[in-house]
């Protein structure tokens, strides 16, 4: 998080903010539902004005033993008083109806953005300043648009009551003096005057005292995301940990996560105390405040008391709350500072996951890897070469022909890039320049080494990547007796951890099953059987060569024993400066490390 002028933090807010009050469909109703509440704020305001007259006048009729204008303030008090409730309250309602419908909005257009095409993997390989994108959409969209909403409203209701108390202010010095000393020092808008004076200097004490609280906002931010997201990977992959007894390695290093999130607490704490010895805040009395209660009665007091310049005690107070709501006015940074600095940490957060979703893009746009459909039942790659992030290249290729029905391997050592061949393929590696020419309309699925489980029903996890009931009952059940997997026909309404609940092995099965029933014109196996014995092994791919005789299958594999069910072998050669090629071998003549 780079310090920020405030331009470019309301640049950076209207970035987040525009697309749902500009471009999205909800926009019309949304306005109308602002200016509803701007108009609520106004009879509030002008409720509020109002109620500092009653006050006067109420002060005064007991100061003054006025009964009549005792009972008629009643009455009065009752109405605004009405007025004040009704508004203060729908005001609450309106707001947490706009958040929510706002919320729902922003919240879908971030997992558009994240989840559409493979942007999700691709984030990654650009992200430098991204960490955890899930808790930016599912906390930190609310945390903006509450506290959006909220600073807004907040803001404009003080440019409306500042604008109000300043006419009031401003008639008012033209009738009260200012003596200090015997010696009257009061001209035209004196007390707006000494308003702006006085917020100026505590708003510029204040800011030095507490900005360094927006970075450590945005550090906790980020621990307590980071140990969230340690939590999760613990409980995911809590079988290897417990066969590895590794729970006192992992407690350690989640306590260190966690000791982050603590020691940066404790520097929010150190710095917020700071900030509330001299501004106070959250039920805290500053060292400003006590000041800004001592200033008013110092600068009127003699006027009150040595020189009887001030009718009735009613009217020092009406002045008072005058004067105290416009130094509020001009104070309103210093009064949410601490607030301001969290607001700025989490628009910071989601600004960088739109800009590495840009960055991304930009990437994608950048790249010189050529895709082109064709006629043609087959994939030919022209010519390619493939980089990592960093630009370093990785694999090359020339020439290269899979045709349709053919069994094909691809062998080499490990990083050798094999599982990049397939990243490009899929289209989801935007790292690299070439042609690749791919056939129009046709049914694809990879088969990773190990399979994604949505937790829900077994059903459902067979049936991914399309959604459940896709396939009859009975097809899904068939399939599971292909794969060997009988004694689970009876359980698909099960939920549960599925990735949990199925060995490794079992695991690659449902996956096969899941191709079974895609019924796919290209099958890419990326080491899809290699949790599987030998002997299981060559049952399915029996099997499957039964079943999918017209299918392409591209298998990335290690064992020899897989030789004899593909046709072609492509090999990553080693050009040894840490760079490999694909090119086609023949059966006798893959190295035996292959």
Same mark, same amino acid.
């Given at each position: 998080m780079k310090r920020q002028t405030l331009g470019e933090v309301l640049k950076r807010i209207w970035k987040m903010a525009a697309p749902y009050w500009v471009y999205s469909d909800e926009r019309v109703s949304s306005w109308l539902i602002l200016a509803l509440n701007i108009g609520v704020m106004i009879l509030s305001n002008f409720a509020g004005l109002r109620m500092t007259a009653w006050n006067r006048d109420w002060l005064n009729a007991f100061n003054n033993r006025d009964s009549r204008m005792w009972v008629q303030n009643i009455w009065v008090f009752l109405v605004i008083g009405g007025i004040m409730m009704l508004t203060s309250n729908f005001n609450v309602y309106v707001t947490s109806w706009i958040n929510i419908r706002w919320r729902r909005w922003m919240t879908a257009r971030y997992m558009r953005l994240w989840m559409e095409g493979g942007n999700h993997y691709r984030m990654q390989l650009t992200a430098t300043d991204t960490d955890n994108p899930d808790q930016r959409i599912s906390e930190d969209i609310s945390s903006f648009i509450g506290s959006t909403w909220m600073y807004t409203f907040s803001f404009a209701q003080n440019l409306l009551s500042l604008g109000t108390y300043l006419v009031l202010l401003w008639q008012m010095s033209a009738t009260i003096p200012l003596i200090l000393?015997? #010696?009257?020092?009061?001209?035209?808008? *004196?007390?707006?005057?000494?308003?702006?004076v006085w917020a100026i200097i505590t708003t510029f004490i204040v800011h030095s005292v507490g /900005?360094?609280?927006?970075? &450590? %906002?945005? @550090?906790? &931010? $980020?621990?307590?995301?980071?140990?969230?997201?340690? &939590?999760?990977?613990? =409980?995911? @992959?809590?079988?290897?940990?417990? &066969?590895? #007894?590794?729970?006192?390695?992992?407690? $350690?290093r989640i306590m260190g996560i966690f000791g982050d999130a603590v020691v940066n607490q404790f520097r929010v704490m150190a710095r917020t105390l700071k900030l509330g010895l001299v501004n106070g805040g959250g039920g805290t009395t500053g060292i400003l405040n006590y000041v800004d209660a001592m200033m008013f009665t110092l600068l009127l007091g003699p006027a009150f008391f040595f020189y009887n310049a001030i009718d009735g005690y009613g009217t020092l107070m009406q002045i008072a709350t005058a004067f105290q709501n416009v130094v509020n006015g001009f104070k309103w940074?210093?009064?949410? *500072?601490?607030?301001?600095?969290? *607001?700025?940490?989490?628009?910071? =957060?989601? *600004?960088?996951? %739109?800009? @590495?979703?840009? =960055? $991304? !893009?930009?990437?994608?746009? #950048?790249? /010189?890897l050529k895709y082109y459909e064709t006629d043609d039942d087959q994939i030919v790659i022209k010519h390619l070469d493939v980089y990592l992030p960093t630009g370093k290249k990785q694999i090359s290729a020339e020439n290269l022909v899979l045709k349709a029905g053919e069994k094909i391997l691809i062998k080499g050592r490990t990083g050798a890039g094999k599982t990049t061949l397939f990243r490009v393929l899929a289209g989801i590696w935007p790292y690299g320049e070439g042609e690749i020419y791919l056939p129009k309309n046709k049914r694809v699925i990879v088969l990773p080494q190990k399979p994604y489980f949505p937790i829900?029903?077994?059903?459902?996890?067979?049936?991914?990547? !399309? +959604? +459940?009931?896709?396939?009859p009952r009975e097809e899904i059940q068939k399939a599971l007796i292909t794969v060997g997997m009988e004694e689970f026909v009876n359980r698909l309404d099960e939920v549960g951890h599925w990735n949990m609940l199925l060995s490794g092995g079992e695991q690659q099965r449902v996956g096969i099953a899941r191709a079974i029933l895609f019924n796919p014109d290209y099958l890419f196996f990326d080491e899809a059987t290699a949790s599987m014995d030998e002997p299981s092994e060559e049952i399915l791919y029996n099997k499957l060569l039964e079943i999918m005789k017209d299918t392409t299958i591209i298998s990335i594999g290690h064992r020899s024993s897989l030789e004899k069910f593909h046709d072609r072998i492509i090999f990553a050669e080693d050009n040894g400066d840490t760079t490999y090629r694909f090119i086609e071998l023949g059966k006798d003549t893959v190295p035996s490390n292959a």
């Amino acid at each position: 998080m780079k310090r920020q002028t405030l331009g470019e933090v309301l640049k950076r807010i209207w970035k987040m903010a525009a697309p749902y009050w500009v471009y999205s469909d909800e926009r019309v109703s949304s306005w109308l539902i602002l200016a509803l509440n701007i108009g609520v704020m106004i009879l509030s305001n002008f409720a509020g004005l109002r109620m500092t007259a009653w006050n006067r006048d109420w002060l005064n009729a007991f100061n003054n033993r006025d009964s009549r204008m005792w009972v008629q303030n009643i009455w009065v008090f009752l109405v605004i008083g009405g007025i004040m409730m009704l508004t203060s309250n729908f005001n609450v309602y309106v707001t947490s109806w706009i958040n929510i419908r706002w919320r729902r909005w922003m919240t879908a257009r971030y997992m558009r953005l994240w989840m559409e095409g493979g942007n999700h993997y691709r984030m990654q390989l650009t992200a430098t300043d991204t960490d955890n994108p899930d808790q930016r959409i599912s906390e930190d969209i609310s945390s903006f648009i509450g506290s959006t909403w909220m600073y807004t409203f907040s803001f404009a209701q003080n440019l409306l009551s500042l604008g109000t108390y300043l006419v009031l202010l401003w008639q008012m010095s033209a009738t009260i003096p200012l003596i200090l000393g015997g #010696k009257d020092w009061s001209f035209p808008g *004196y007390f707006i005057v000494l308003a702006i004076v006085w917020a100026i200097i505590t708003t510029f004490i204040v800011h030095s005292v507490g /900005k360094p609280l927006s970075r &450590l %906002n945005y @550090n906790q &931010l $980020m621990y307590d995301a980071n140990f969230r997201f340690a &939590l999760v990977r613990f =409980r995911e @992959n809590s079988e290897q940990i417990a &066969l590895l #007894k590794g729970e006192d390695v992992e407690h $350690m290093r989640i306590m260190g996560i966690f000791g982050d999130a603590v020691v940066n607490q404790f520097r929010v704490m150190a710095r917020t105390l700071k900030l509330g010895l001299v501004n106070g805040g959250g039920g805290t009395t500053g060292i400003l405040n006590y000041v800004d209660a001592m200033m008013f009665t110092l600068l009127l007091g003699p006027a009150f008391f040595f020189y009887n310049a001030i009718d009735g005690y009613g009217t020092l107070m009406q002045i008072a709350t005058a004067f105290q709501n416009v130094v509020n006015g001009f104070k309103w940074f210093q009064t949410w *500072y601490a607030g301001l600095a969290s *607001y700025v940490a989490v628009t910071d =957060r989601l *600004y960088a996951f %739109n800009r @590495n979703y840009e =960055r $991304m !893009l930009d990437a994608v746009e #950048k790249s /010189k890897l050529k895709y082109y459909e064709t006629d043609d039942d087959q994939i030919v790659i022209k010519h390619l070469d493939v980089y990592l992030p960093t630009g370093k290249k990785q694999i090359s290729a020339e020439n290269l022909v899979l045709k349709a029905g053919e069994k094909i391997l691809i062998k080499g050592r490990t990083g050798a890039g094999k599982t990049t061949l397939f990243r490009v393929l899929a289209g989801i590696w935007p790292y690299g320049e070439g042609e690749i020419y791919l056939p129009k309309n046709k049914r694809v699925i990879v088969l990773p080494q190990k399979p994604y489980f949505p937790i829900g029903t077994l059903e459902e996890a067979i049936s991914y990547p !399309l +959604p +459940p009931h896709t396939y009859p009952r009975e097809e899904i059940q068939k399939a599971l007796i292909t794969v060997g997997m009988e004694e689970f026909v009876n359980r698909l309404d099960e939920v549960g951890h599925w990735n949990m609940l199925l060995s490794g092995g079992e695991q690659q099965r449902v996956g096969i099953a899941r191709a079974i029933l895609f019924n796919p014109d290209y099958l890419f196996f990326d080491e899809a059987t290699a949790s599987m014995d030998e002997p299981s092994e060559e049952i399915l791919y029996n099997k499957l060569l039964e079943i999918m005789k017209d299918t392409t299958i591209i298998s990335i594999g290690h064992r020899s024993s897989l030789e004899k069910f593909h046709d072609r072998i492509i090999f990553a050669e080693d050009n040894g400066d840490t760079t490999y090629r694909f090119i086609e071998l023949g059966k006798d003549t893959v190295p035996s490390n292959a």
